[in-house]
């Protein structure tokens, strides 16, 4: 039976080739930037990056000066983004994104993109990354809509709608910003679905 880890471990000698995925177009790549720049304004931030990927984000996030600690479930995608990483000082660690293995450190923000939606447990992993937060933190989650099924808090598997996703974090924290995400320099491409961030801060 095919698990996730092997369908991204395949999918990961390719999925850079996507200009959002790969940022290597230097618009998408600035657009990405000056974003992150916006989500995690403060230099030096001690930064997780649940379900990396190939690092793209992390590399973004360590050139603007913060610490960055990646975590990704499949072998192929930790492999891509310790070659991207490999002259900087980043930890990409293969493991669960929903539970990273990091034992009892605390960081200042956990992001995620378009990872939420594709958990088994979104809420479980929403409660364990809050807990991973130093106090002041705040969770970055970069998600979408993909379908045009109805809208259901617990049925996320056509991606997860700014409303339902808001609804499931703030009893969890002390205030939330939602922000959509229609310029299509994020993306390489026009967009006709719902994308957006939401920040979380305790």
């Not at 992390?58 to 499949?74: E, I, P, S």
């Amino acid at each position: 039976m095919t698990t996730d880890a092997d369908y991204w471990t395949a999918a990961a000698p390719t999925f850079d080739a996507e200009p959002d995925h790969g940022l290597t177009n230097p618009v998408v790549r600035a657009a990405w930037s000056s974003r992150l720049r916006e989500w995690i304004p403060s230099p030096g931030a001690d930064v997780l990056d649940v379900g990396c990927g190939t690092g793209s984000l992390a590399l973004l996030l360590t050139q603007h000066g913060h610490q960055v600690t990646g975590v990704d479930l499949a072998p192929g995608m930790v492999a891509q983004a310790r070659r991207k990483l490999a002259d900087h000082q980043v930890e990409v660690l293969l493991g669960d994104a929903a539970d990273p293995p990091i034992g009892n450190r605390r960081f200042d923000v956990v992001l995620a993109r378009h990872l939420v939606w594709a958990l088994p447990n979104p809420l479980a992993a929403l409660r364990r990354w809050i807990r991973l937060l130093r106090p002041g933190g705040h969770v970055v989650l970069v998600e979408g809509r993909w379908g045009t099924i109805a809208d259901d808090t617990h049925s996320w598997s056509a991606g997860v709608s700014a409303t339902a996703l808001e609804a499931a974090v703030s009893p969890l924290v002390a205030r939330v910003h939602v922000e959509y995400l229609t310029d299509p320099t994020l993306w390489g491409k026009e967009i006709h679905d719902e994308r957006y961030v939401l920040l979380a801060h305790v």
